[in-house]
């Protein structure tokens, strides 16, 4: 299994420039999770997916888009890119939320200049 | 509700113990301990439901006192490898959007 892959790992944007974040997952996990992590920070919770055609917003929704279409996949879009994105993204997945471990992909380095 | 995660920074010298410590204002449902290393993702150590219950894996333990909404993480003769950051998680009891809500972290340093 090659648990949670993102793509891509670093990317430079410009301001109001578009973007998605892929993520894919193999465990057939039914939680799927974005997080942002800014530098010497916690992770917030961008949007998370309870299953395919079902997504919610999580703490910092703002400025981002998510659509859940498969089990597998989970892509994160921003729309007219700010300064403020600047950070890292995580996607994860889960069986559940409440009692089971997320599994993290490696991250995808975003900065906006 | 974020949780609070003290102390904030901790250096160790090989073979020493710390703690870290976990609250949250609010009534718990479970919570989730990770570690990250630098430039890497977070890596899952443990959940604790309500109940209580103290866990452990090899060196590293956590306990979860309810009455407090308090967990604290163990971390006993620690070794070179066990630096980096440690983030809790927590659930909280009420809500329909069981969503896990991480501290700020508490940055670990071993020492050799």
């Known amino acids: 299994n090659a648990g949670v892959t993102q793509t891509p790992k670093f990317r430079i944007l410009k301001i109001g420039q578009s973007m998605t974040l892929q993520c894919t997952q193999d465990?057939?996990?039914?939680?799927m999770y974005w997080y942002r992590q800014d530098p010497g920070m916690g992770l917030k919770l961008i949007y998370y997916?309870?299953?395919?055609?079902?997504?919610d917003k999580g703490e910092v929704p703002n400025g981002y888009n998510v659509s859940r279409s498969t089990t597998e996949d989970f892509p994160l879009r921003l729309e007219l890119a700010a300064p403020s994105q600047t950070s890292v993204y995580f996607c994860a997945s889960s069986y559940f939320t409440d009692s089971y471990e997320q599994y993290f992909g490696p991250g995808t380095r975003l900065t906006v200049t | 509700q974020q949780p609070v995660q003290s102390p904030q920074a901790v250096i160790l010298r090989e073979g020493e113990d710390a703690v870290i410590n976990c609250s949250s204002s609010?009534?718990?449902?479970?919570v989730h301990w990770y570690r990250q290393k630098h430039g890497e993702a977070p890596v899952f150590l443990m959940i604790?439901?309500?109940?209580?219950e103290q866990k452990g894996h090899e060196k590293i333990s956590a306990s979860f006192n309810e009455k407090k909404q308090q967990s604290s993480l163990y971390l006993t003769a620690s070794q070179l490898s066990y630096s980096g950051t440690y983030f809790c998680?927590?659930?909280?009891?009420?809500?329909?959007?069981?969503?896990?809500?991480f501290g700020s972290g508490t940055q670990l340093t071993v020492l050799p």
């Open positions: 604790l439901l309500k109940g209580g």
């Open positions: 998680g927590t659930v909280l009891s009420s809500g329909s959007a069981r969503q896990l809500t």
């Open positions: 997916s309870v299953g395919a055609g079902i997504t």
């Open positions: 465990m057939n996990h039914n939680y």
């Open positions: 609010k009534a718990l449902y479970s």
